[in-house]
């Protein structure tokens, strides 16, 4: 019976904190320890463990929910900007879309394109009524009035701007297009140009770098392209070759002429000259060739 007892008083102190007069031993209420599962475990915790457990789920959760919604607003912001994004970075690329776009935000912020003269009379005259009307209720009536036709104009530039802008962006394509494909004959035609003064077989083992760099940064010259990339040291025999071929021409002539003429080939007495990017200057490059063949 006292072991039943004790029970009972324990359930009860459980339940409401306090032992039932005469029911066992009364303890202070921060050690008595309750069961709870974590992680699929009964353990044992004081009310004060409870409350601290309690608290930290709470604040994890506080956290959690606004990394979800920070993360929720970045999603939203980055899908806003994407496809400016897109623009921009035609822009980079295309000097006549970053023109024109330019100078349509320009002609925007300086009111350039602003309401039509039918719409701005249209105010004026609603503005008038508004002065000779005493009536509340109508002087209300042409106010909302007015700001239906303002918003209406908004709405209309908007309009007006997207419409203006979309051949634009057709012609800009097709230009684009044009252009590339311009650009590609003309380097085409330089490395042809090249080819025979280098040789087909230097130009042949850089063609397709070279073609590909000089459409992509079209305002370099495809010779200074070719003079980056190319080793050094084939670079400098197919200079020589050049100058040797050039100066074979000249005893040609001279020949032709009763005149004679000709040296031998020289080692050059000047070094290499590296620039800021620890590549060879084509100036150095150039002098070296000349000693070689006795121009210098």
Known sequence: MAHQAKAVAE????KYGVYPIGGGEEKPKDQVKEKITVDGKEIEVTKEELIELAQKGKDYTKKSQ????????L???EKEVEGLKVIVDEMATNPILKRELNKTYDDVKAGKIS???GEKKSQKIIDEWIGDTVDKDD???YGDLRIAIKEETKEAIRLAVEEATKPLKEEVSLLRNT???????KVEQDLQKLEDELGKEFIDKHHKEIKSLAIKYPNQSVKKLLY???DDTALEDALVARAEKRKQKEL???KRGSSTGGEEIVTPKSKYIYNKAGGVTPESIVQRVKERAGMA
Do not use: G, P, Q
């Open 252 to 254: 040609e002539r001279k």
């Open 11 to 14: 359930t009860f102190y459980r």
């Open 179 to 185: 252009s590339t494909i311009s650009l590609s004959n």
């Open 228 to 230: 980056h990339m190319a």
């Open 139 to 141: 002087r209300k009536a």
């Open 115 to 117: 309401e039509k003269e």
């Open 66 to 73: 606004a990394l979800a919604e920070d993360k929720k607003s």
């Open 75 to 77: 999603e939203v912001r």
